[in-house]
């Protein structure tokens, strides 16, 4: 549940969990913490914290800590999920500092609540746009939000690391937008390659969000079948908050799909699909887009999605890099992690990687050095960014085994 601290914008300094503190946040915390409790307990409380505080170190261009924005869902239909993406990002932000942050200075995170809404993530977007210390944004995951927010993504002129999955975000001539999960030019070749040689099925149905997203999705996942020999028996779109998916249902059970194939943007209209799915007797295969294994999906579908398979951005049993930082999000939060958290941990050690190797925070020089990013080994894979600003060319194939979510294989192909 979210609660009233985290449902407003705040600003983060993350805490290193190990190591040494270094003198700048170690200046920074007992005020930090101070403040915060002072909070909602009034004047005198704030005075206190003042008064305790002592007298600020000046702080010079060559200390003051390095701002990263970030936009995520506080609140509204996916702060589950936010939550999530929120955490990572602290991970991340909390080793960069216990290791002596970029280039002497402390890492620093602000994040705005999106509301889980296209007007929401684009007013987010332009509270943290209007800080001009601000070096570079944490956008969306979902491939809508970034798309509402390309407008002025474009005109800030400022590196943002997303995680929607539609390929047109990184081929619209936006400069400013890298991608941190595998767009879904990968996700349609995985999902269909394991369901027509692996598993051996040809007759599809395909059931897609009618947003950028699913729309894509669907594009894609078609012409990939074709390719195989497959046939898209019946093809369902659905609106986003869709209530009942009863006919979508009853479309499925009608055509004679031996599989489904599905985009769902919603991890809430993923569950109630798949509830309705199981209780009109609809025992198909099922190989999803990576909604399918999120944790909000596992816990708000249940059985009903026990034995479907999926793409996954994020699985901690692809690589070391995933089983590290899986167990140490394991013991700091005392949950498995979720594929939200991973994107945003990489998406901020990636954008400490670039200014460090730019020596810079110049928006132009950090781009060239996202750019140049070659072999990086994060959670989600090796980042080898091609010029359109996608760095990621594969993913992993895993199955729901009585809730868990169990690693089948990675597949990756060659960067553009």
């Not at 040689?197 to 990939?224: I, M, N, P, Y």
Request: net charge neutral; proline share 6%; aromatic share 8%.
């Amino acid at each position: 549940m979210t609660t009233p601290e985290s449902a407003m914008s705040r600003t983060l300094h993350a805490q290193p969990q190990s190591g040494m503190v270094s003198a700048a946040a170690a200046m920074f915390w007992p005020r930090a913490r101070c403040w915060r409790a002072a909070l909602g307990h009034g004047a005198a409380a704030l005075l206190a914290c003042a008064l305790l505080a002592g007298p600020e170190r000046a702080v010079t261009a060559d200390t003051a800590p390095i701002i990263i924005g970030m936009v995520t869902p506080l609140t509204g239909p996916a702060a589950e999920s936010g939550r999530y993406a929120e955490w990572g990002a602290e991970m991340a932000v909390s080793e960069v500092n216990a290791a002596g942050g970029v280039m002497g200075r402390m890492l620093k995170l602000v994040i705005e609540d999106d509301q889980t809404t296209n007007p929401g993530v684009v007013s987010a977007f332009n509270r943290l746009a209007n800080d001009p210390a601000i070096v570079a944004f944490l956008g969306s995951i979902r491939s809508t939000q970034v798309h509402a927010m390309d407008p002025d993504v474009r005109r800030v002129g400022k590196p943002v690391f997303f995680g929607g999955t539609d390929p047109n975000l990184t081929h619209a001539g936006d400069p400013w937008l890298f991608r941190c999960r595998p767009n879904d030019t990968y996700s349609a070749k995985v999902i269909a390659a394991f369901g027509v040689e692996t598993l051996g099925l040809k007759k599809w149905a395909l059931v897609t969000s009618t947003d950028a997203f699913g729309s894509s999705g669907a594009r894609l996942l078609s012409a990939e079948l074709q390719s195989l020999g497959a046939s898209v028996v019946t093809a369902q779109g659905y609106a986003n908050q869709t209530p009942d998916f009863t006919p979508v249902v009853l479309a499925v059970k009608g055509s004679g799909a031996d599989v489904i194939g599905s985009y769902f943007t919603f991890e809430q209209d993923l569950a109630i699909f798949a509830r309705q799915l199981r209780q009109l007797g609809v025992r198909s295969a099922w190989v999803g887009s990576p909604s399918i294994t999120d944790t909000a999906a596992l816990h708000l579908a249940g059985p009903a999605l026990f034995g479907t398979y999926g793409v996954a951005d994020f699985n901690a049993d692809s690589s070391p890099e995933a089983r590290r930082f899986a167990d140490a999000y394991q013991k700091l939060h005392k949950i498995p992690v979720d594929q939200f958290a991973a994107w945003t941990y990489d998406a901020i050690n990636l954008a400490a990687l670039a200014i460090g190797n730019a020596k810079s925070t110049d928006p132009q020089g950090m781009r060239a050095a996202i750019l140049a990013i070659r072999g990086y080994k994060g959670t989600e894979g090796v980042y080898d960014f091609d010029a359109n600003g996608d760095g990621l060319h594969g993913y992993n194939v895993v199955q729901n085994k009585n809730g868990k979510i169990e690693f089948v294989k990675r597949v990756d192909f060659p960067a553009p």
